[in-house]
């Protein structure tokens, strides 16, 4: 058992974790997602991408809602802008993908000034009601400006290559996005023990107070904003690379809510937990699916007449169930299984 | 000795790659995939495609089905989100193994899934979202069947202009801003130009708006008295409600979707007997044979929910399912798209015109007929017979 923590060094100040065990864990699991695609079946690499897409938005929107405290219904906005940049760089303009995903990124970073900049003054529920706005206005320009966006017709992605390699198709996909995943991780974890994420997190706690302490507010606010959007819009070209297909439709508000719900399910605040509620968000319905497929019977009225709708109320159970029992989320669940692993036989 | 081994092996090889099957093809069964919107506000369209697949299934197979293969449906949600159609098909190709593709819904699901469709050959027809998207550019595999909204429009217009039009007639019309609502436009635009109508207002709505009071005070304010009805199922109805408040009387042309019986229950207590048009029969015995013989398949609750999804639906696995029987007991995707290509006159008894895909947009079933809601009892009564506009 550890009883403290002595750093000897500035590398041991900086590194992730002194943890000799962390580290193997954290070894082992990136193994595991690289050893995946040789044993397992297309769909459920489609999957995975899908998953990991959602890990990379949801840590996006946490460094935003769950480390500044700044509610935002706009994810699916910002989703949209990088889909749409990244697009149409790639096929408007003949960018490289290299080049128009974090382009896609920058563009959505530079757009949230737009909603940061009104927004500097707003909490709560009116902050969240002016970025809601903000997801409405961009599909309505994205509608009427066909010049630059294709307007209604939506936008067909393909021809991404990187080293010669198709990445919108299988394994090559999946190793693309879990590279994009794991930089994403390391830049919100390295930014969140940082001077600037410590600033965040005061701006959460109290902003009044987090001032007081001369923490610029304005300055903060802007960032947290124009990092988390960055990170968003670039959730949205992976997801333009995946689907290869684009239009208003793919980025429905609906997107923004499973955005919240899945960092609130995880644990708000912490980036692991934003990445165990967005894999868990996006495998529960195949979860439900297979339980279904257990344990229901195909020949009754009830399951061929109902199945999808007793699919959809089994998810919003799942979610409530957890919310009531489980309120500081998945990421909670995992802290007491943990301290009860160490502690056993004892209590505390 | 040995040579000739390796010969015989190298013929055998060789042999079974001619005559390997593709996908959901077994001795007994051919899987058809449906990706359907099965949850949400718009789930009983999906339910109606999933039960001309149904449908169009049982009767194929108590006849002895394809060659003595037996069609198995495979359907999926999307709940109307293309990323979930995308995710959907690719556990249909790459789990359920289909076959080919029949049920779709809307055009952007549509599109979503086309990558998926080109690079796997599959054989598609698309029944439920005839959008120029879809066959414009022509996708090899793809085929699709209905007229566009343009046709409908403008066949409905020119009904009205020739037949229904009041004194000092004033055209409008309301559509959706998306791509769907371009078509709308698209077609009123025609008339407009075509007859010399006058052109009294043209207005747009955000998909998703329910309430649509301001846009027809605007119409009433124009003197619109002949409207083209661009919104669809709740929203048609809550125009028509607020028209009827404002006691406006207007002759009305309306998108299929609204001949379907729960868009009748929202919008004929406002009391307009709205004109329709769509490229499938609504009434006559066409519909009531239909009706007959699905009995045998469907229980009394499922025959509720039938409707013109329902016919397009089993029109479009029929015309797969002929031809599929044209390649024999070697069935292979790249024989079924080749027969599909070739279909003509395709006889649909009497629910649609003809069906034949011989044409460079692998397109059909694009003649409109135009039907009268009688607002009092709530039926459909056919005003032409299907025409090419």
Not at chain 1, 71 to 90: C, D, E, P, R, W
Not at chain 2, 113 to 137: D, H
Request: aromatic share 10%; glycine share 10%; charged share 15%.
């Amino acid at each position: 058992m550890r009883t403290g923590h002595f750093k000897e060094s500035y590398g041991q100040l900086v590194a992730l974790s002194d943890s000799r065990v962390t580290w193997s864990w954290a070894g082992f699991g990136i193994a595991l997602l690289i050893a995946l695609p040789l044993v397992a079946h297309n769909y459920l690499l489609t999957l995975m991408v899908a998953a990991m897409i959602a890990v990379v938005g949801a840590v996006g929107l946490n460094m935003l809602t769950g480390t500044t405290g700044l509610i935002s219904l706009g994810q699916s906005g910002f989703l949209a802008v990088g889909a749409y940049t990244n697009a149409m760089l790639m096929m408007d303009y003949g960018w490289p993908v290299l080049l128009s995903l974090p382009a896609a990124g920058v563009v959505a970073a530079l757009i949230s000034l737009l909603v940061g900049v009104p927004s500097l003054r707003l909490k709560g529920l009116y902050l969240a009601i002016t970025t809601l706005a903000f997801a409405f206005i961009v599909n309505h320009l994205i509608l009427h400006n066909a010049w630059l966006t294709h307007g209604p017709n939506g936008i067909f992605v393909s021809g991404a290559k990187v080293l010669d390699l198709d990445i919108q198709r299988g394994r090559p996909l999946y190793y693309f996005v879990l590279a994009v995943t794991v930089l994403v991780i390391l830049l919100a974890l390295n930014l969140q023990r940082s001077r600037i994420g410590r600033a965040w997190m005061a701006i959460r706690d109290h902003d009044i107070a987090a001032r007081v302490m001369g923490i610029d507010l304005v300055r903060y606010k802007l960032l947290a904003f124009m990092v988390s959007s960055f990170i968003v819009g670039i959730a949205g070209g992976l997801i333009s690379l995946q689907i290869r297909f684009i239009n208003i439709d793919v980025f429905a508000l609906i997107l923004s809510i499973e955005a919240l719900a899945m960092i609130i399910l995880g644990g708000l605040g912490s980036i692991a937990g934003a990445v165990l509620g967005a894999i868990f968000l996006s495998f529960l319905p195949e979860v439900i699916r297979y339980v279904f497929a257990l344990f229901g019977d195909p020949n009754s009225t009830l399951y061929t007449s109902y199945v999808y709708e007793i699919r959809g109320i089994a998810y919003g159970i799942v979610i409530v169930l957890f919310l009531r029992f489980k309120p500081d989320g998945l990421i909670g669940l995992w802290r007491d299984a943990r301290k009860y692993w160490s502690n056993w036989p004892l209590a505390y | 000795m040995r040579m000739r081994t390796l010969a015989l092996s190298a013929a055998l090889l060789a042999s079974t790659a001619a005559f390997a099957a593709d996908p959901g093809v077994t001795d007994t069964e051919i899987r058809i995939g449906d990706v359907n919107i099965m949850t949400g506000p718009a789930s009983f369209i999906g339910r109606a495609v999933a039960l001309g697949s149904k449908i169009a299934a049982s009767e194929i197979n108590a006849n002895g089905g394809v060659n003595g293969r037996n069609i198995v449906i495979v359907t999926e949600d999307d709940g109307y989100v293309p990323s979930r159609s995308f995710q959907a098909l690719t556990k249909l190709i790459e789990v359920d193994g289909i076959f080919a593709l029949n049920g779709t819904s809307g055009t952007a699901n549509v599109l979503a899934m086309m990558p998926l469709i080109e690079e796997n050959n599959l054989p598609t027809v698309v029944t439920t979202a005839p959008n120029e998207l879809i066959y414009n550019p022509v996708r090899p595999s793809v085929f699709t069947i209905g007229a566009s909204y343009e046709d409908a429009f403008y066949g409905q217009l020119k009904y009205i202009h020739e037949n229904l039009e009041p004194e000092n007639a004033v055209y409008g019309v309301i559509r959706q801003e998306d791509d769907f609502g371009v078509t709308v436009e698209a077609g009123y635009d025609r008339a407009v130009r075509d007859f010399g109508l006058k052109d009294g207002i043209r207005l747009r709505y955000t998909r998703g708006t329910t309430n649509f009071a301001t846009e027809v005070a605007q119409m009433n304010a124009a003197g619109v008295n002949v409207l083209a009805n661009g919104a669809i199922i709740a929203g048609a109805a809550n125009v028509l409600s607020e028209a009827r408040k404002l006691g406006m009387e207007a002759q009305v042309a309306s998108v299929w979707s609204e001949n379907m019986p729960p868009s009748v229950n929202l919008s004929a207590p406002a009391g307009y007997d709205y004109l329709v048009g769509d490229y499938v029969a609504l009434t006559g015995p066409a519909v009531d044979d239909f009706i007959e013989r699905a009995r045998q398949y469907v229980t009394e609750e499922e025959l509720a929910g039938l409707n013109r999804y329902t016919y397009v639906t089993y029109i479009g696995l029929k015309v797969l399912a002929h031809a599929m029987e044209q390649c024999g007991q070697e069935l292979t995707r790249e024989c079924t798209v080749e027969q599909l290509r070739q279909t003509r006159d395709f006889d649909t008894q009497g629910l649609s015109g003809a069906i034949s895909f011989d044409n460079d947009k692998q397109l059909s079933g694009t003649a409109i007929a135009v039907y009268q809601l009688n607002a009092a009892d709530r039926t459909f009564k056919a005003l032409t017979d299907f025409v090419e506009y």
